[in-house]
């Protein structure tokens, strides 16, 4: 079979290279490398106002869709307000994506949402943002050093989409956030927990074929399987991949 076409939403940031210090459509590599380690192709998408009115005509052409971490999502999207630690939203990127989560989730397109992602994911759904989980859990450990991912570990729900994406239960990851996901949306459960203290970090939605959201960066382990388990799904293969012990 050809290979499935995999749409990954990007960034606008300013961004300095060669000596340019201009707004560029930016995404880390890990992405697109780790849908191209499991024989996808990689679509970088940048926001675009036209897709966010008519989404089908882009999702027509995808095979599947990954929402990628980044900067908070506005509270007004999801009718909280801004707390001090919210930094960086982008409207555009926001309208953009949750355009595209919604008509995913409609027409049933296997769909990833990675941290900002898995939180676009949730929103999509109905449900809201835990605005500082420090707040919340009295530590820094999802996000304890600047622009450093850490480690943690989280448990998954036996047999659920995230455990068989992940292809184990309990397992260490790479975390870097400081939100998670407050009120599950519709049809959205949880299905993955942080070990340390409870925090929502695996959801999915059980009646959609591949609607799954982690609040860690599987693109930064080349040892997860979740976005191999994403790219099987584009291709259409059931997500049945055994569970292997604890690393
Ligand atoms: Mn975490």
Do not use: K
């Amino acid at each position: 079979m050809s290979r499935p076409l995999i749409g990954i939403c990007a960034a606008v940031e300013r961004a300095q290279w060669l000596g340019w210090d201009v707004d560029a459509t930016l995404l880390s590599c890990r992405y697109p490398n780790a849908v191209q380690r499991a024989e996808g192709i990689a679509l970088l998408l940048p926001p675009d106002d036209a897709m966010a009115e008519s989404p089908g005509e882009l999702l027509d052409r995808l095979d599947a869709l990954v929402l990628a971490g980044g900067a908070d999502i506005d509270p007004a999207t999801y009718g909280a307000r801004s707390h001090g630690a919210t930094t960086g939203s982008n409207h555009a990127r926001d309208r953009f994506e949750l355009a595209l989560a919604w008509a995913a989730l409609e027409r049933d397109l296997p769909l990833l949402g990675i941290c900002r992602g898995m939180q676009m994911l949730n929103v999509a759904a109905g449900g809201t943002i835990r605005q500082h989980l420090p707040d919340d859990v009295g530590h820094e450990r999802h996000r304890e050093t600047a622009n450093v991912f850490g480690n943690h570990e989280v448990v998954l729900e036996p047999g659920s989409l995230a455990a068989r994406a992940a292809g184990q239960e309990r397992h260490a990851v790479r975390s870097y956030h400081h939100q998670g996901p407050g009120e599950l949306g519709d049809g959205v459960v949880a299905s993955g927990v942080a070990v340390e203290d409870g925090t929502t970090e695996a959801i999915e939605l059980p009646d959609r074929r591949f609607a799954l959201g982690v609040l860690w960066h599987p693109e930064e382990d080349e040892a997860s399987g979740v976005i191999g388990a994403l790219v099987a799904a584009a291709r259409g293969a059931a997500v049945a991949l055994p569970v292997r012990g604890e690393r």
